[in-house]
């Protein structure tokens, strides 16, 4: 009986998926839209991203992925590139960006991704991923 509590302690502690968001073929960037999850507790969370280049623009073409949320009644954002850097423009199928970071959130609140898409010439299509786990409540 000590082992079968010891692993469902060490399963209440894993990460729980609460949210996700799969878009393929975006040609556009994307107003603010909640991620899809059940009604979160206050707690602490993890977002995981993924974007990718799909179809370079002929010229060129950059992509920022932000994340919206309310820490303590405060409205909170941040945005990401590649690699630190404040757009993902490699303008190339292998242009990635990625990232996976904690937040902070208040119960019975959303937590909201958008994109901010520039091409030049024959437009960029991109695919974005986004996972929301809860760590802590």
């Not at 002929?58 to 994340?67: A, E, G, N």
């Amino acid at each position: 009986i000590g082992w079968m509590q010891d692993q469902n302690d060490i399963l209440k502690k894993a990460p729980l998926v609460v949210g996700f968001k799969s878009l393929t073929d975006q040609i556009a960037s994307i107003a603010s839209t909640e991620i899809p999850s059940s009604v979160l507790s206050i707690g602490v969370y993890r977002i995981s991203y993924y974007v990718r280049v799909t179809v370079p623009a002929s010229v060129s073409s950059s992509i920022i992925v932000s994340f919206q949320w309310t820490d303590d009644g405060i409205a909170c954002s941040r945005d990401f590139g590649d690699r630190g850097l404040s757009a993902l423009s490699g303008n190339a199928v292998t242009a990635v960006g990625s990232d996976s970071f904690l937040i902070a959130v208040d119960g019975a609140t959303k937590v909201n991704y958008s994109t901010t898409y520039a091409s030049s010439g024959i437009g960029m299509t991109y695919k974005l991923e986004i996972i929301l786990e809860q760590v802590r409540v």
